[in-house]
């Protein structure tokens, strides 16, 4: 058995290379591939522990180590063979390489300590230099803006100094001054050619001086003593004549001067010429108060003279007249010869009413063709009826209307102050209840207010206001009066005439309420209603057997100029079912004697529903053959007027005579209205008349007694029909 010792083995074949002298090596074998204690088999380390060093003394002399590992195979099993050198100083190899390391940290150092207060000595710099630059351009920024603002204040007090000039140029004519005593030094801006004064004559005088009367007036002497007072002063008013002797209005403003101890040096201020405007308010004023046609007082301006008449009546105890008047027929005169016609003849009263009476009485329009005249007793010219007479005669000369000359007359009412039936706020009212008063008694005259007057005047009140009730309250009632056939003697039509069976008043006849209707409208309503009643009856009186007669209703002037009039008719008839034929619609000639033009397509639209057409009251108006030639008429109705004295006076004689002529060469039938009389009854027969309708016959009666009369069969005797030829008309 061979014995191998192999840490002899290793040690020897070490130390025979000379590898054992050297103790920095460290020489380790195992006897397996891994370096395992366990199988350890020689090493060359020494149990010496390591001397510690401090931290400083390694940092500075830093120690370095290495090693080598190998494995080898020999005599059938790996051997693992590790070399470590221990650790030795750094400094001691590498004593000029850290030298030479040390000087260049040290130049590094250095060279960046130089670098870095270079570096804040230059920040400090720029700093300075930032700062600097910064204070400059804020300075100059200022200096910009103060130079901006002061070029924009340069230019804004330039633009304010010329929209002062303009403002002075547009809002006044010149500028004056004054010293210290008021009296003018300077007057510029062509003084003399706006206000026609020469400069001369205002300087060196006050205001007062050059201009006469100031300190006479009460708004003078008010600015005389702010003047005085060295108080500014605007818009003063005031009138001078120029040196042509014309009014002028001047309008100045002005403002005291203080030196600078406050001592007063005087005015200046501006001026104005403002004629051009004072005469334009004058003229809007007057205007304002007058009539635009008349040139008369309007309502306003009547007031104002009516309460001073009344104060100098109060003061002197001298009576004070109010006459209104209205003109007769101007309705007539308007609508048969149209507006014109009518404004004319309105100015033409103004001015008759004007001449007519003295200077300091007052006419005034009050409103269409009513005027109103304030007559004042003053000294020993006493108030008298005759005043009132010539008035109303200077009004009743004829009137060149066209070619036309036309009579109008006026109907006047008077009331008195001081009196105990008129105080003095009612003295209009009470003489416009006085001319209502005249104008029923016939027209044409004058009549002074008395105490019983205004019970009439509320019973107008008091009828008005129940008028507009009474057709809701079925109050209103159709009377019936027969119209006669002339040849036949027989009942051939009737005309429907409304009454009011007023449960108070009673039953209250048509002329008490109908042109209280027509005035406020009511005329509308009602006519539409007394139409559709004439004809439901009629339509009766044919369905039990009676004749067929023709029942004729009055259209009045609002119904005439009522929208939808053929409508309403075209829809009385549809309902009622009475036939056109049998419905006769009266009108008056004033009706379309406005418009003519309008009116013919009117009543040939209405004619065109087949009823009959008459003109009612024929002769009392503006008759023209014209009109009858281009009218669809069928009937004329010649007037009670003219009948009630066709035995008695030529006159009337002739016109009923030329009336019924006229009809009948038009193909017209003619009807007589009011006869009462058996001479108007044979006068009409013998001349030619086909029906007559009147209290000679019968008067007007309700619809039972009219049936009653229809079933006796009444009509005329035969002696009153009896056939005569008719008289010629004579030239």
């Not at 190998?70 to 221990?86: Q, S």
Request: with cysteine.
């Amino acid at each position: 058995t061979i014995i191998v010792r192999a840490r002899d083995l290793v040690h020897n074949a070490l130390a025979s290379a000379n590898l054992l002298d050297d103790r920095q090596i460290v020489m380790s074998v195992y006897a397996s591939d891994k370096p395992d204690p366990a199988s350890l088999i020689f090493s060359t380390r020494t149990d010496d522990a390591p001397v510690p060093r401090d931290t400083m003394s390694a940092w500075i002399a830093p120690e370095h180590r290495s090693s080598l590992v190998r494995t080898i195979e020999a005599a059938g099993r790996p051997w693992l063979v590790e070399i470590i050198a221990l650790p030795r100083p750094f400094a001691a190899d590498h004593l000029a390489s850290l030298a030479t390391l040390a000087g260049g940290i040290l130049l590094s150092l250095l060279t960046a300590a130089w670098v870095q207060a270079s570096g804040m000595r230059t920040r400090r710099v720029q700093q300075l230099v930032r700062k600097r630059t910064a204070d400059l351009k804020r300075t100059n920024r200022r200096l910009v803006d103060d130079m901006i603002a002061r070029e924009r204040t340069e230019k804004a007090l330039q633009q304010s100094e010329q929209r002062f000039r303009q403002l002075v140029a547009m809002s006044s004519d010149w500028y004056w001054e004054q010293d210290r005593n008021y009296r003018f030094t300077m007057i510029t801006g062509g003084f003399a050619e706006k206000a026609g004064v020469m400069v001369e004559r205002v300087l060196g005088k006050t205001r007062w001086e050059y201009m006469e009367g100031l300190a006479d007036t009460e708004s003078g002497r008010a600015h005389i003593a702010q003047v005085k007072a060295h108080e500014a002063f605007s818009d003063l008013e005031y009138q001078v004549l120029d040196d042509n002797g014309d009014t002028r209005w001047f309008l100045v403003s002005g403002q005291p001067v203080f030196d600078e101890h406050g001592n007063f040096q005087g005015y200046r201020g501006t001026g104005s010429d403002i004629t051009a405007r004072k005469l334009t308010e004058q003229r809007v004023h007057h205007v304002a108060q007058h009539d635009v046609l008349t040139g008369l007082p309007n309502r306003s301006l009547l007031q104002d003279r009516l309460s001073q008449a009344v104060a100098y009546a109060t003061r002197s105890a001298n009576p004070v007249w109010v006459m209104l008047i209205d003109l007769d027929r101007f309705k007539f005169v308007n609508d048969s010869m149209g507006h014109k016609a009518g404004d004319v003849l309105l100015m033409t009263v103004a001015a008759r009413l004007r001449s007519s009476l003295r200077d300091s009485d007052t006419v005034a329009r009050l409103s269409g063709d009513e005027f109103v005249v304030i007559l004042s007793e003053h000294g020993e010219q006493h108030l008298t009826v005759d005043i009132v007479q010539r008035v109303m005669d200077a009004v009743a000369q004829p009137v060149m209307l066209g070619t036309k000359e036309f009579f109008v007359t006026c109907s006047i009412g008077v009331a008195v102050y001081p009196s105990e039936s008129t105080p003095a706020d009612a003295l209009i009212e009470h003489a416009d209840i006085a001319m209502y008063r005249a104008k029923k008694l016939g027209r044409n005259n004058f009549q002074f207010y008395t105490p019983a007057m205004n019970e009439e005047s509320l019973e107008r009140v008091r009828i008005e206001g129940a008028l507009r009730n009474a057709l809701e309250r079925d109050e209103f009632v159709l009377y019936y009066q027969p119209q006669l056939d002339m040849k036949s003697g027989k009942i051939v039509g009737m005309e429907a005439l409304i009454r009011w069976q007023h449960p108070e008043l009673g039953m209250v006849p048509p002329s008490r309420f109908v042109s209280i209707a027509e005035e406020t409208g009511l005329i509308v309503p009602i006519g539409a209603w007394v139409m559709r009643t004439a004809c439901a009856q009629n339509k009766a009186w044919q369905d039990a057997g009676f004749e067929k007669l023709r029942v004729a209703v009055n259209l009045s002037a609002r119904q005439f100029a009522a929208a939808g009039l053929i409508e309403s008719i075209e829809q009385i008839l549809q309902d009622t079912g009475l036939e056109p034929r049998y419905l006769e619609i009266e009108l008056t000639e004033s009706l379309f004697m406005s418009d003519v033009t309008p009116a013919v397509e009117l009543l040939h639209r209405m004619k065109a529903l087949g009823v009959n057409l008459s003109i009612d009251d024929f002769g009392t108006g503006y008759s023209s053959l014209s009109y009858l030639s281009r009218f669809p008429i069928d009937v004329l109705k010649i007037d009670r007027s003219f009948v009630a004295d066709i035995t008695r006076d030529a006159n009337d004689e002739a016109i009923v005579t030329s009336i019924i002529a006229l009809a009948h060469n038009l193909k017209l039938a003619v009807i007589a209205e009011g006869v009462e009389t058996g001479e108007q009854l044979d006068y009409l027969r013998r001349h030619g008349c086909d029906e007559i309708q009147g209290y000679y016959f019968s008067r007007p009666l309700p619809a039972p007694e009219f049936e009653q009369l229809l079933v006796e069969g009444r009509g005329l005797a035969p002696e009153e029909t009896a056939a005569v030829e008719p008289e010629p008309v004579t030239a």
